[in-house]
């Protein structure tokens, strides 16, 4: 793996990490994905390549998506 996609993972990893943080905590600890997505777009609206942007923001959201439905069933297992 390439160290620019490394990085990516890794960076993917900890945005959805703080989301489930700021869900878990009401808002207390962590930062919504969905702030952060904004920013990076705000950030990006002068960048020329629309598709990287978008990988990018898609390879974020399938990270958080995954994340979630691993504490979903995490969550599950606990009632039981």
């Known amino acids: 793996m390439d160290m620019e996609l490394m990085l990516a993972h890794m960076v993917a990893k900890q945005k959805a990490e703080d989301h489930l943080d700021f869900i878990k905590t009401n808002g207390e600890k962590g930062r919504s994905a969905m702030a952060d997505m904004v920013e ?5 609206k002068s ?3 629309r ?30």
Request: net charge negative; hydrophobic share 35%.
């Open 40 to 44: 990076f777009e705000e950030l990006e």
């Open 47 to 49: 960048e020329t390549n």
């Open 51 to 80: 598709y990287l942007t978008l990988k990018t923001e898609y390879f974020i959201l399938c990270t958080l998506v995954q994340a979630m439905q691993e504490e979903l069933r995490r969550m599950v297992e606990e009632k039981s």
